[in-house]
């Protein structure tokens, strides 16, 4: 079947809204001084509540229809039952033969995603072409998917990469999807493909070096494959892509600001953090630490953004003095200074920290804040932060001495992990050790060969150097394993609208169909590995049916329902 062309009409565009990281506001939740999470981006239809039409036009229930799954709570004691895991799904291209697309947007609440059901993304691009049906499960941990009531230290024993994967494995195994023949659909009797980006990019080259016979292809987009404990290279991408004038100003405001703060120059220390709006904050780190927060910005762009958004804004405030532009080196020092300084007085503390002080919402040793205490469901930052502390790192530090730095040299990973034991307590008696060795040597890191695993990377991404595109490390690019790169950002490539405006994202879409196609075109069912579980004898539930017009009750669908 051939790729179709109006793939690249711009017709899409007005019925979905990508969410760029809004502004987050300080909610008890939020921290501005905490490692950012990768991410995937959130795509959300303007109308998931509308009736969806399959192609012999069959109405289907809106792609906001909830699922359950019963998925097990320790992969490694299935005696202590299961919890609810929440899916979507739609089956709208699916016909006879097709391939399962799965898809886990991750590390964040999964609502709001109901793009990534369709062609507004690439799994439904590949829905498209190759009659399949898609899915997005939210991960657990994470939303409404918990295995445990709270996000304690004890209830986060079943955080891990292992039981991600693990979970996985389960329901693809298990499922009995709300479609026609919804039981007959497992991996053995149809093509998987897991769909991943950002943490679930990695988790899809992960789970296939884990688990190798489940999923029969994969496609991992700005895939964090490697776990770095000290990821200053996640500055690295930003530093290369950004102005230049703007990249020179602020190594020199940084370069002079961890000069003064090593320094013992009392009043030169307080200039700086009165400069800043900071004057009462109280650690140094936390001060300096803070300006990433304008680099972090960097991460919610899009191909689709142009230089329309706030890390752009930023650049504005530096270079552009009394409508005059700065040239290739900047203005330098004190025309940085002064002018970084004002853009944080005058608007950009209070975006990020609202109404809060800077010390309540920048720094980072008050154990009695909630955002340490709270360990109520649906945060994602403390689940993510779980596997940080445990299990990945991607700690976005100062650059090693001799290296260009955009961020203050002050940080570095004790900074960080001194958050880890704040927020943990009791969880590392013996000090943080993240097991960043281990995780690679389990799930091979940039050393993964595996078949039919896509790969796609953005040069401008700021993950881009914990993936396979990751400077020096040539991982090779081979027609089992391939690597699509191409001029985009974090997981450009997943979506429509970005192939849409950037002919090298489309590229690598174009190639990772293609590849797609010719891996499907050979796929045969296996018989069933042994020790693999039946299929669940019930179909998944639908929590709610949110949309207003009538639709079948999604049992009507299910043939063999109670069989199994
Ligand atoms: C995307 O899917 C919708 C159905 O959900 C279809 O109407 C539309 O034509 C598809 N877009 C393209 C570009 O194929
Ligand atoms: C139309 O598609 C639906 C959903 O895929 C399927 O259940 C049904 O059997 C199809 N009907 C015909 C007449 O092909
Ligand atoms: C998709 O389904 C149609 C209709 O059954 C069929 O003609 C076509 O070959 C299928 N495409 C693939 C890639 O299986
Ligand atoms: C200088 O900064 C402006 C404003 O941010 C930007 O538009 C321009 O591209 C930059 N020029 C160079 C040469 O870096
Ligand atoms: C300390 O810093 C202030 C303000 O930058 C400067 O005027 C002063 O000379 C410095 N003092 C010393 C001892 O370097
Ligand atoms: C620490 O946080 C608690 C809870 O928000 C607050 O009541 C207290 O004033 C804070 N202490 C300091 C020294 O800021």
């Known amino acids: 079947m051939k790729i179709r062309r109006q793939l690249l009409s711009a017709s899409l565009v007005p019925v979905l809204l990508i969410h760029l990281a809004a502004a987050v506001l300080p909610d008890g939740r939020f921290h501005g001084n905490i490692v950012r999470p990768p991410g995937v981006p959130r795509v959300t239809l303007a109308d998931p509540d509308a009736p969806v039409v399959s192609r012999n036009g069959t109405q289907l229930p809106p792609y906001s229809t909830t699922y359950l799954f019963d998925q097990l709570i320790d992969h490694n004691n299935p005696s202590l039952g299961t919890f609810k895991q929440r899916f979507w799904h739609t089956y709208e291209f699916y016909e006879p033969g097709g391939p399962i697309i799965l898809f886990s947007p991750g590390e964040q609440n999964a609502d709001g995603f109901s793009g990534y059901l369709t062609n507004a993304t690439f799994n439904g691009q590949l829905a498209q072409q190759q009659n399949g049906s898609t899915i997005v499960l939210e991960h657990r941990f994470y939303g409404l998917s918990n295995p445990r009531p709270d996000l304690s230290v004890d209830s986060l024993k079943f955080h891990t990469l292992q039981q991600a994967i693990d979970d996985l494995v389960y329901f693809a195994n298990t499922v009995n999807l709300p479609m026609p023949n919804g039981d007959q659909l497992t991996p053995d009797k149809a093509p998987w493909v897991l769909v991943g980006g950002s943490y679930t990019g990695a988790l899809t080259s992960w789970t296939m070096v884990n688990k190798p016979d489940v999923f029969f292809a994969g496609y991992g987009s ?28 602020v190594h020199a405001v940084i370069s002079h600001v961890d000069e003064v703060f090593t320094s013992d120059n009392a009043t030169a220390i307080q200039a700086i953090k009165d400069n800043f709006g900071m004057g009462d904050m109280t650690h140094l780190d936390d001060v300096a630490g803070a300006l990433r927060n304008n680099l972090w910005d960097w991460q919610s762009l899009q191909v689709t953004t142009g230089p329309g958004g706030q890390f752009f804004k930023f650049c504005d405030a530096l270079e552009v003095k009394s409508g005059q532009v700065a040239p290739a080196s900047g203005w330098g020092l004190d025309h940085a200074l002064a002018a970084w300084g004002a853009y944080w007085r005058s608007t950009y503390l209070a975006r990020i920290c609202g109404k809060s002080t800077a010390e309540d919402c920048l720094g980072t040793y008050n154990v009695s804040q909630s955002f340490w205490t709270d ?47 704040q927020m943990f307590p009791g969880a590392f008696p013996n000090g943080v050790n993240v097991q960043v060795d281990r995780t690679n040597e389990l799930y091979k890191g940039w050393d993964v060969r595996i078949n039919r695993l896509f790969f796609a990377n953005g040069i401008r991404d700021p993950w881009k150097d914990a993936t396979v595109s990751a400077a020096g490390i040539n991982v090779p690019s081979t027609a089992e394993q391939p690597i699509g790169l191409g001029d985009g950002f974090h997981c450009s490539d997943l979506l429509t609208s970005a192939g849409n405006v950037d002919a090298t994202v489309r590229a690598v879409q174009v190639k990772a169909l293609a590849s797609m196609k010719s891996w499907l075109a050979t796929w045969k069912p296996t018989p069933i590995p042994r020790g693999t579980p039946a299929p669940q004898s019930e179909p998944a539930v639908i929590e709610q049916t949110v949309h207003q017009h009538e639709v079948k009750p999604i049992n009507a669908f299910v043939k063999g329902a109670g069989s199994g």
């Open 375 to 421: 360990t109520s469901i649906d945060n994602a930052g403390r689940s993510w932060f779980w596997i940080v502390c445990n299990e990945v790192g991607y700690l976005q530090e100062g650059a090693p001495v001799g290296h260009s730095s955009l961020v203050t040299r002050l940080v570095q990973p004790d900074y960080d992990l001194r958050q880890c034991q």
């Open 222 to 249: 700005s895939g964090v494959v490697e776990a770095i404990l000290d990821f200053w290279e996640y500055f690295e991408p930003i530093r290369l892509n950004m102005p230049k004038n703007c990249s020179a100003d």
